[in-house]
């Protein structure tokens, strides 16, 4: 099996993430740092590492949610030392990985998981899964701004897919905005906001499909219910 397709299995992150990684010196194959893509490994002999740890394909899948605090990245590791998601996932042995990503000054719903094959399917652009967000916003957008937001805008010059927007309270200065994504683009909730001049104060993610963040309290996890599981797999 080829290294970036084994690592996407064991849930690592996506084959192109998995070949970026692979190129910036952190995956090593037997003690051996390997910058090149593609190199075959037999999953039953080779010892892969990622940044110094070993991964393997699990037979035992977990699946967790965790409210993501504001103040942590949910990459594998970060070159400035940050705080990782999964520094707060405590008594799990299991190797797991943030299904997408959220920004480090966004908090809310993460779902995390070693389950290669389901954070594949729910990260491929052609799935379009509903993902809510509540956002504080400076100013109260108008009529107009509210549908160029619905209808679709350009951010890194291509335009976004429908989207609803709803303000859920007005203040003098600012504003709340339930804001359902169906795509997951690299800060796309700020660069809309931001495209219709109402720039984000503060975002938290609320739900992911029918996934709902609920009462979990800021910082918690829990695992995820076989309703859910069988939920997110139906995807
Ligand atoms: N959109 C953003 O701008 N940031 C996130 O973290 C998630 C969605």
């Excluded at 080829?2 to 070949?19: D, F, P, T």
């Excluded at 699946?63 to 990245?73: A, F, T």
């Excluded at 160029?148 to 200065?173: C, P, Q």
């Amino acid at each position: 099996m080829r290294l970036q397709k084994y690592m996407a299995k064991c849930g690592v992150a996506s084959r192109r993430k998995s070949e970026e990684l692979i190129a910036e010196g952190l995956v090593q194959v037997n003690g051996r740092i390997i910058i090149e893509p593609g190199l075959v490994i037999d999953p039953d002999k080779d010892v892969v590492k990622v940044n110094n740890k070993i991964v393997r394909l699990e037979s035992n899948k977990v699946y967790i949610m965790l409210n993501k605090p504001v103040g942590y990245v949910t990459t594998l590791k970060d070159e400035k030392d940050r705080n990782i998601v999964t520094d707060l996932i405590e008594g799990v042995n299991e190797r797991i990985y943030p299904v997408g990503r959220l920004d480090i000054d966004t908090s809310g719903l993460l779902i995390l998981t070693n389950d290669g094959d389901l954070t594949q399917k729910l990260t491929h652009p052609s799935n379009k899964i509903v993902k809510r967000y509540i956002a504080v916003v400076e100013g109260v957008p108008n009529r107009i701004e509210l549908e160029r937001f619905r209808n679709g805008l350009r951010i890194d010059g291509r335009k976004t897919s429908k989207a609803s927007v709803k303000i859920a309270k007005r203040y003098e200065h600012d504003s709340i905005l339930d804001i359902e994504i169906y795509e997951g683009r690299n800060r796309q909730v700020k660069k809309m906001c931001e495209a219709i001049n109402h720039p984000v104060k503060k975002l938290k993610r609320v739900s992911i499909g029918e996934i709902i963040i609920g009462g979990l309290e800021i910082g918690n996890w829990r695992y995820l219910d076989q309703e859910e599981i069988d939920y997110l797999k139906s995807l």
